[in-house]
């Protein structure tokens, strides 16, 4: 599966972005959905999961309550709206896709990952 992330850009504090990403080549269907950001210098920080239902979702504490994760399955695609967006949230954002059973928050245990989209949020 090749990940296509969009929706990237330049924000102010307070502003809304939200992501998209759809599988450029195969399928997001019946796979697990992420996203996970990274800071040159830092770790990828999990943001997000949702289950292939899309019944469950589970978000990282740095963005719980401003970001809303959801997935289209009839469109193949999954967005990350975020809101109230602040400095802090600067990062390369990554959309990732898991086959395996289960939600999980280590980078190391997901098959598949976009090329990134690049937020930057100004003060």
């Known amino acids: 599966v090749q990940l296509v992330e969009s929706g990237g850009g330049l924000a102010q504090t307070g502003d809304s972005l939200r992501l998209s990403c759809e599988a450029s080549?195969?399928?997001?269907?019946?796979?697990?959905l992420g996203w996970f950001r990274q800071v040159p210098g830092k770790e990828r920080e999990f943001v997000a999961n949702?289950?292939?239902?899309?019944?469950?979702?589970e978000y990282g504490d740095p963005v719980k309550g401003r970001f809303t994760l959801s997935r289209d399955n009839a469109k193949d695609t999954t967005y990350l709206q975020m809101n109230s967006l602040k400095p802090e949230d600067t990062a390369v954002y990554y959309c990732?896709?898991?086959?395996?059973?289960?939600?999980?928050?280590?980078?190391?245990?997901?098959?598949?990952w976009g090329q990134g989209t690049q937020v930057t949020v100004s003060s």
């Open positions: 080549r195969g399928s997001l269907r019946r796979k697990n």
């Open positions: 990732v896709a898991r086959v395996g059973l289960g939600l999980t928050r280590i980078s190391t245990t997901w098959d598949f």
């Open positions: 949702i289950n292939w239902h899309g019944n469950y979702v």
